[in-house]
């Protein structure tokens, strides 16, 4: 299934609420859990609530194993919405964990000169930057060299601590696309990269979550970034240093990973900090990321109100990732 969180365009309401993707628009999860109550259905306790909190990260930890949640695949085929009368939001803004991977591909790492690590370097965004798959990216007060990076998101769908990689895919629930934008003048101030990775609206996600019994292979899919219609990225995740299971493996032995984190896999070669001059993005950018079968991202670039820029050296735009 295609997971969503949606609002209704012109409803009073700006509250988000969960829904799926089918032919000819979505279905809202709350009604479509009426149907089945209605049908005779077992009720469960909390369940009616946890459809209408706008939460997927709460449906990943409780409603798949639920009866409803069985019932829900084979009865989902008739839209409650259009999607021409609806708002798509980031399908989930509450994981415990965003976790982010650099330096993850190998065209990548020679577009820029390094050599491929042997351990992947992990890094953290907060929920804060979670943006919309439609909503702009806000370009923040003194940043000179903001950058894309387009990436498949990982969502898990279990709890799993030092998990083999052979096991580790079947701890997925699903699949999206993410902007990993990036303030490049911030990111290289220092060794941290968190400066440069954390501002407000700086993850654009979606436009949905795709299960991963949609997805047979996550390393035999294709990432495609166009800035104004001019593609700058375009690779398979097959070129990927650290496939998907390795990535979750791997971050499973630092760290309990636990239903409905999000891991931010790492950005193929053709990122704008790599031009010649190096080709940043300024008000007015559209950003379009697409990955077949999981869907795209359009995301305008603007700017911050009253920003204030100072010169920088050129140094401070040159970095690893």
């Not at 009073?12 to 809202?28: E, F, K, T």
């Not at 220092?190 to 991963?212: E, I, Y």
Request: aromatic letters at 8%; a negative charge.
């Amino acid at each position: 299934m295609r997971w969503v969180r949606y609002t209704v365009k012109g409803e009073a309401s700006d509250r988000p609420r969960l829904g799926a993707l089918c032919a000819g628009g979505l279905i809202d999860l709350g009604r479509a859990y009426a149907r089945y109550c209605a049908a005779g259905g077992l009720e469960e306790e909390g369940l009616a609530a946890l459809c209408v909190t706008g939460s997927l990260v709460q449906w990943i930890r409780s409603g798949p194993g639920s009866a409803f949640g069985a019932w829900l695949p084979a009865h989902a085929q008739t839209p409650d919405r259009p999607m021409d009368a609806v708002h798509l939001h980031a399908p989930l803004h509450d994981p415990g964990r965003f976790i982010g991977v650099g330096l993850n591909y190998r065209a990548h790492a020679r577009e820029i000169g390094q050599r491929e690590p042997v351990s992947p370097p992990f890094f953290a965004k907060w929920n804060n930057c979670i943006n919309g798959p439609e909503d702009p990216i806000v370009r923040p007060r003194g940043c000179l060299a903001l950058d894309y990076e387009g990436e498949l998101g990982v969502i898990m769908g279990r709890t799993v601590r030092d998990v083999a990689a052979k096991e580790a895919l079947d701890a997925v629930f699903g699949y999206t696309v993410v902007n990993d934008v990036s303030a490049r003048d911030w990111q290289f101030r220092t060794t941290q990269w968190l400066a440069g990775k954390v501002a407000d609206g700086f993850a654009p996600m979606g436009p949905a979550v795709v299960g991963r019994e949609e997805i047979a292979d996550p390393q035999a899919l294709t990432i495609r970034t166009w800035v104004n219609g001019q593609l700058r990225q375009e690779s398979g995740t097959s070129d990927m240093i650290f496939d998907v299971a390795t990535l979750i493996s791997i971050l499973s032995t630092v760290t309990t990973l636990e239903a409905g984190d999000i891991i931010a896999t790492g950005t193929p070669s053709g990122v704008g900090m790599s031009a010649d001059p190096p080709c940043y993005l300024t008000a007015g950018d559209l950003v379009r990321i697409e990955i077949p079968g999981i869907g795209a991202l359009a995301n305008t670039v603007v700017d911050a109100q009253g920003r204030s820029l100072r010169a920088r050296s050129q140094g401070d735009y040159i970095g690893q990732k």
